[in-house]
């Protein structure tokens, strides 16, 4: 029998809630936020850990071993997937943050991501349907038209519809401009859609009645690419949509990405006609934040494996009789970088959460664009920190356990395997790093001067917070001189950058959670966590510091080992 992940403490998950920034503010603004009590909060996640061990943490195992498969054209997913959907549905967590208007509950989207958390924890590749539908929702609800919308977001909204993202062809992976997929007026309101998508995840499944895909495409009469929404039937009848072929993957095995044909198939246009791009940012913007919570779920999920195993695990202690692994210095080392990353990066999607709600509901016209910037400056940080330190933690795991680790006998190796993808889909790491530096450095810095305002300001009232400062100061400074390098010298530093603006982002929060007055253990570890990572920050930041304003010296030597070198 493997090994399990101990179930989440709720608890840790709704005291992160209370404390992230911009949670009082939603709560005044409106009512259905204001009905997200501590009580209300605290119930959802309880229920939420249940479902989780009830229904997902079954499926993860069985998923990651069977898979899904292409039968008769139609992807069939694995045994137990769809009772665990239809339970998902059934229990209305798709819902969660969706309009009250469309048969939502209007909560706020912090609940939603710290629902997903405790579901991704269980089963990440479960996760993998539910974040485009939501997305999708929110783009359809923000440039559809009247027909779209009545027909499509109740649906979307109660589960019963899906949806997909559709950018990727061969070779127009995140080079958009080069896609090729057409699409031709047919006259009546609706396109006829031609070309080859790929790496889509849930392209075909058979857990909901209908498939939405959210397509970019060209057309005749615009220069840029334009934003369709393209069923996969009418009704009973397939509309030209046509599974090439499932992908054979690393990790996420329960989670089919296809490699779909579009024959003619009918849609309809979301938005302006050559706006497409602009106007997919509005699910992109979801998708890479649902990244982040996906990140910190298997973050999360394998600290508390390895905390567990190594409170259980016993080795060295002389004659007196082999110890638990817990007291070991070095095990006690890499136990309290897995909690201090985890409780960091819950603080900062929660808060970039907060963020995404202020930006749509905050009546103050100021505000409202603080946090519109704040949360664009942000999101690169929470998709990327989310992905690594996935990774980073899940691997930690594997060395605490050992040899064990390594085996399928615990789910650590399968943690290892599924997160290695989150620093690559919704944009690489260094796509992340690119849009940082010429989006919001080189462009509209707002959303910087916005976060060292704020950054300062609580690291001001923290005496621990000495480090985070110094930090910031680093930060400012690397901004400028990255704003005034030639293009290809900055491009070299900007991933460097990134983490130094990740390092910093991080230490906000660590700021925070140090600075918390709440009692017993969960405020306890809390406050750990953030001294933790407060007090590594100088170094780390040198070092980022240094690489991001290296300019061109940082990649001096790459023509000697990209030489063929002979014959």
């Known amino acids: 029998m493997r090994g399990v992940v101990p179930r989440a403490n709720t608890r840790l998950l709704a005291m992160q809630f209370e404390a992230a920034p911009g949670l009082a503010r939603l709560r005044a603004l409106k009512e259905s936020f204001g009905a997200a009590t501590p009580d209300l909060v605290q119930a959802v996640l309880d229920e939420a850990a249940r479902f989780a061990s009830d229904f997902l943490a079954p499926l993860n195992e069985v998923g990651d071993r069977e898979g899904c498969a292409l039968v008769g054209g139609r992807v069939r997913t694995p045994p137990g997937h769809r009772e665990a959907y239809e339970a998902y549905v059934a229990g209305g967590w798709p819902t969660l943050d969706q309009p009250i208007a469309e048969g939502g509950q209007g909560l706020p989207l912090a609940l939603a991501f710290a629902v997903q958390e405790l579901f991704d924890r269980d089963c990440p590749a479960f996760g993998m349907l539910p974040v485009p539908q939501r997305s999708a929702a929110r783009l359809i609800a923000a440039h559809g038209d009247a027909q779209m919308k009545a027909e499509w977001l109740s649906p979307l909204a109660s589960g019963a519809w899906a949806a997909t993202i559709c950018i990727s062809e061969a070779e127009a992976g995140s080079d958009v401009g080069r896609l ?12 006829a859609i031609t070309g080859e998508k790929t790496w889509i995840s849930f392209g075909d499944h058979d857990l909901a009645a209908r498939i939405g895909h959210c397509l970019l495409a060209r057309t005749a009469t615009a220069d840029g690419l334009s934003l369709f929404l393209v069923p996969d039937r009418f009704g009973e009848a397939r509309n030209g949509v046509v599974v090439r072929r499932i992908e054979e993957k690393l990790g996420l095995h329960a989670s089919p990405t296809c490699a ?14 050559g706006r497409g791009l602009q106007q997919m940012f509005v699910m992109i913007t979801n998708m890479r934040l649902a990244t982040g919570a996906q990140g910190l779920a298997i973050a999360a999920g394998a600290a508390d494996l390895a905390l567990a195993y190594a409170r259980e695990r016993r080795q060295g202690g002389g004659a007196a009789g082999p110890i638990p692994i817990n007291r070991h210095a070095d095990v006690q080392r890499m136990l309290l970088q897995q909690a201090a990353k985890v409780e ?21 016209e100021e505000e409202r664009k603080d946090a519109a910037a704040l949360l664009q400056w942000l999101l690169p940080l929470v998709k990327t920190t989310g992905g690594e330190f996935a990774f980073d933690v899940a691997s930690d795991a594997v060395q605490v356990l050992g040899g064990a680790g390594y085996t399928r006998e615990w789910p650590a190796e399968q943690m290892l395997r599924d997160a290695r993808v989150l620093t690559i889909f919704e944009g690489t790491t260094g796509m992340q790093a690119l ?3 010429h989006r919001r450095l080189r462009g509209d810095r707002r959303g910087l001067r916005v976060f060292l305002t704020r950054a300062r300001k609580d690291a001001a009232a923290n005496a621990a917070a000495g480090q985070l400062l110094s930090t910031l100061d680093l930060l400012e400074d690397a901004a400028e001189r990255l704003a005034e390098m030639p293009h290809p010298a900055a491009e070299a530093g900007a991933t460097a950058f990134l983490q ?7 230490g906000w929060i660590a700021a925070r959670l140090a600075g918390l007055d709440e009692v017993g253990h969960e405020a306890e570890r809390l406050r750990a966590a953030g001294r933790h990572w407060l007090a590594q920050m100088s170094a780390r ?3 980022w510091h240094a690489q991001s304003t290296a300019g061109l010296a940082l990649i001096e030597g790459f023509a000697a080992i990209d030489a063929d ?3």
Do not use: K, S, Y
């Open 435 to 437: 849009d940082l530096l």
């Open 260 to 273: 779909l044909g579009f024959e003619a198939a009918r849609g309809r246009l979301i938005g302006a006609e």
């Open 565 to 567: 070198g002979g014959g």
């Open 541 to 543: 930041a040198a070092v």
């Open 344 to 364: 960091v990066l819950r603080g900062l999607l929660l808060a970039a959460a907060n963020l995404g709600d202020l930006a749509a509901c905050e009546t103050q």
């Open 180 to 191: 090729r997929t057409r699409a031709e007026p047919l006259g009546n309101g609706e396109w």
């Open 500 to 506: 130094l603006a990740a390092l910093a982002a991080t």
